[in-house]
């Protein structure tokens, strides 16, 4: 699973190219940068309106930074 930061709408997410239906694959699956999972502060969701949103690039990525690990335990979004 991977993580990253980036920009949606006025702020910044969080999101995740997890795959659910191969959570053992060491590649990002095959599909849409749209189809990417959200971060909504307590789990993964596929509606970006359900999003926690930052205010700029540093501070979505101070979170990651201070959360890694609460984020990377839920790896069935």
Sequence with gaps: MGV?????DEGFVITSDFDAANPKAKTAPKRSPTAYKVWTGRSWSDAATEAMKFPTLDAADDYVRHHYIDIMKRTDP
């Design 4 to 8: 990253l930061t980036r920009s949606l």
